[in-house]
């Protein structure tokens, strides 16, 4: 019994560790200084930018894309657009070749037909066809604002910046309970979480959708790595340790369809958790050892973030061990109990804890949200199940049966317009309303 309360001891100590560093971002949220060195950049010589959007059955969302793409207000002598038709089997391909015969000088189609699964493997093999300095990347229901690639091309002006990370904002938060808590939780995640590592100097996380990387630095830490669930953790690590900085941009936001239903967001929910886990195995050593290399709340910070999806299976874990504790009479378990209870909440990881959403609901200047936040403990029950059996990718073992990594594509439901992409302002009104009576 005494190992196991040695165990119990050791699972409430790292959870109060998680728990600290959302109360730290937290009021450096609310007290702090707000860093944002290069958001306002808006003349200057810009660098040629390719923006890579990959897609894989995308005909619901990709004229959308596109179109607020060539809308942007960078240089167009400066900017090219690279669709990436990943093996699609739908009207992908028939509307990016559209779109490229009526803008021949602007948009570069690059169709994949065979080769490995994934957004990772995707990129990998459009990679060559652009040596521009800065490869930016949408994904394909993304729909950026004009100036959006002006902003998160800004910070490569700086020499040690490696990467950069806009911000993520719903689009369709009316659609369903879902949609409304995770505009929440992306808010969470965004305006307090994301941008109190940025205020600290800490490791914002590069990640994947509305962001991009220097050509320069992705080629010097091997370019995107094909057999990850979660290239834009995988590269945000590889990046860091050697000694490039990840930057973001709290105002360059851009505006995505999330999950409208529980089976999509629990696929989604498992194929991160599996990806970030890889992440784990590989860089977690990696990290730790370079502590004369990076400063060290960057190896803190990095390591934390590193394991916010096991953070479930501690608190699984935690439970077990203090239930056992409780029925064996061992009993300082009851102080055990309650600050693992007090843990339980505040240490959601990416799914953005509670006070973290309070203030970002506040931030954003959006108090009506804040009758939701009850039923975030749902969306965080649902999430850690998910998780959970992400982590457990040995059970149920059936006799002769292997389990295999498998990319689940998201679903999509937008088709504004019957999809003619004339969409795109309406949809953008759309939020600026629902912006307006948040």
């Known amino acids: 019994m005494t190992v196991v309360i040695i165990l119990l001891v050791a699972v409430v100590a790292v959870l109060a560790l998680y728990t600290v560093r959302h109360y730290v971002f937290t009021l450096n949220r609310l007290l702090g200084t707000h860093r944002q060195p290069y958001v306002d950049v808006t003349v200057a010589q810009w660098p040629r930018v390719a923006v890579f959007v990959p897609a894989h059955n995308e005909e619901h969302v990709i004229r959308e894309s596109l179109e607020a793409l060539l809308a942007s207000e960078y240089p167009a002598d400066r900017l090219e657009i690279i669709p990436v038709n990943d093996r699609s089997t739908d009207r992908t391909r028939e ?261 973290e959403v309070a203030v970002a609901v506040r931030l954003d200047g959006s108090q009506n949200r804040v009758r939701l936040l009850p039923f975030l403990l749902l969306g965080f029950l649902v999430s850690a199940v998910a998780v959970i059996r992400a982590s457990m990718p040995g059970w149920p073992r059936w006799p002769g049966r292997r389990r295999t990594v498998t990319w689940h594509k998201t679903e999509r439901h937008r088709n504004t317009n019957g999809g003619n992409g004339a969409g795109t302002y309406v949809l953008m009104s759309a939020l600026e309303y629902q912006r307006s009576e948040r």
């Open 95 to 355: 509307i990016v070749d559209d779109y490229a015969a009526r803008f021949p000088d602007r948009v570069r189609p690059f169709h994949r037909t065979e080769g490995l699964a994934g957004k990772a493997a995707a990129l990998r093999d459009a990679y060559p066809l652009s040596d521009a300095e800065v490869h930016l990347v949408f994904d394909a229901d993304y729909i950026p604002g004009p100036r959006v690639i002006q902003q998160l091309t800004a910070p490569f002006f700086d020499p040690e910046v490696g990467a950069v990370m806009g911000r993520v904002v719903p689009l369709n938060i009316g659609r369903s309970l879902i949609t409304r808590l995770l505009d929440l939780e992306r808010s969470g995640g965004y305006q307090v979480d994301q941008q109190a590592r940025m205020n600290l100097r800490l490791v914002p996380q590069y990640g994947g959708t509305v962001g991009g990387v220097r050509r320069v630095a992705l080629e010097q830490v091997g370019g995107w790595t094909v057999d990850s669930l979660a290239e834009d953790t995988d590269v945000t690590y590889r990046l860091l340790l050697h000694g490039w900085e990840v930057v973001y941009q709290n105002r360059s936001e851009c505006y995505e369809e999330v999950p409208e239903n529980w089976a999509t967001r629990i696929r989604q929910i498992r194929r991160w958790a599996t990806g970030h886990n890889q992440a784990l195995r590989r860089y977690a050593g990696p990290l730790l050892r370079r502590g004369r290399l990076l400063d060290l709340r960057q190896i803190a910070d990095g390591s934390l973030l590193l394991g916010v999806y096991v953070v479930p299976v501690l608190l699984l874990v935690g439970w077990s061990l203090a239930v056992a504790v409780f029925f064996a009479g061992r009993l300082p378990a009851h102080g055990l109990l309650a600050l693992l209870a007090i843990s339980s909440f505040s240490t959601v990881g990416n799914f953005a804890a509670f006070f």
